[in-house]
C-alpha cells in the first residue's frame, strides 16, 4: 500500500514533465539564413556572377553569402570592389593590345579602335577582344562621340563655345554670374556628347563606357585604355571636296 502510495503521488508530476515541450538547445531567428544555407542556395548563381563581374569563385561566394543570396546587391557590391581595384591600375603603362575594326551593315560605315592593355598575353585574352569588339561597336551607335575622353578637346574649343553661347538672346540681361553658371553647364553637356568614355553603354544604359573599360580590368587585372579610334562614313571625302570647290 505505502509503494501504490508513492506511485499516486509520482505520476502526475512524471506525465508534466514528459508533455512538457523540450526546448531546442540553438534558437534561430525565422527571418535570418544561416551562410551555409546561403551559399548552398546560391552555389549556381556563381557561375553566373563570376562570369558578370570577373571575380573569383571565393570573392562571389562571399558577396552572396554577405548579401543575403540576393544576386544583384551582389553583383553591385563586386562591380564596386572591382571600379575601385581598377583605379588603382589606371597609372600603369599600357603598351600592348589590338586594333580592332567594325563594319555596320550595309558597309557605309566603319569604326578602327585601339585598344591597349599592359601585356600581350592579355591582348590575346578573347575577354579583352570582345571588350574591343563592344567598343567598336559602341563607336558606330554614337554619331556625336569625337574623341575619347575629356583631355583630347582642344582648350581652343571650349572658349569658343562659351562666347557663342554667352551671346545667346536668351541670357542677355542677366546678371554676369548667372550667365557664367548656365554659360558653363552648357558646355559641359556639348562636350559629354562628344566624349566616348561618358557615353551609356548601348548593351547595358546603367553604366557609361568608362565604367564597362573599367570591369574588364577588374576583369583580366590589367591596366586597359581606349587610345585613339576613327570613324569613316562613305563619301566623307567626296563632300568635303565638294565643298573646297
Not at 42 to 64: H, Q
Not at 67 to 78: I, P, R, S, T, Y
Amino acid at each position: 500500500m505505502q509503494l501504490f502510495s508513492m506511485l499516486l503521488l509520482v505520476a502526475p508530476a512524471f506525465a508534466l514533465h514528459i508533455a512538457a515541450p523540450v526546448a531546442p538547445r540553438f534558437a534561430v531567428a525565422p527571418t535570418q539564413r544561416s551562410p551555409a544555407v546561403v551559399a548552398m542556395a546560391t552555389a549556381a548563381e556563381v557561375k553566373k556572377l563570376r562570369d558578370a563581374t570577373g571575380a573569383g569563385m571565393m570573392d562571389c561566394k562571399k558577396a552572396l553569402v554577405d548579401n543575403d543570396g540576393d544576386v544583384e546587391a551582389a553583383m553591385e557590391f563586386l562591380r564596386k570592389k572591382g571600379l575601385a581595384s581598377a583605379e588603382k591600375k589606371s597609372s600603369r603603362a599600357a603598351k600592348e593590345g589590338i586594333i580592332e575594326t567594325y563594319i555596320h551593315t550595309g558597309a557605309k560605315l566603319g569604326i578602327m579602335v585601339e585598344v591597349n592593355c599592359e601585356t600581350d598575353f592579355v591582348a590575346k585574352r578573347p575577354e579583352f577582344q570582345e571588350l574591343a569588339k563592344a567598343l567598336a561597336m559602341q563607336i558606330a551607335a554614337s554619331p556625336t562621340v569625337e574623341v575619347v575622353s575629356e583631355s583630347d578637346i582642344a582648350p581652343d574649343f571650349i572658349e569658343k563655345e562659351k562666347k557663342i553661347e554667352s551671346q545667346s538672346e536668351d541670357l542677355q540681361g542677366k546678371p554676369d554670374e548667372i550667365v557664367a553658371k548656365i554659360v558653363e553647364g552648357r558646355v559641359n553637356k556639348l562636350i559629354k556628347t562628344k566624349l566616348l568614355m561618358e557615353q551609356p553603354y548601348i548593351r547595358d544604359p546603367n553604366m557609361n563606357v568608362d565604367e564597362l573599360v573599367k570591369s574588364y580590368i577588374a576583369k583580366l587585372g590589367e591596366n586597359i585604355k581606349v587610345a585613339r579610334f576613327v570613324r569613316f562614313n562613305l563619301g566623307d571625302t567626296n563632300t568635303d571636296a565638294d565643298e573646297e570647290e
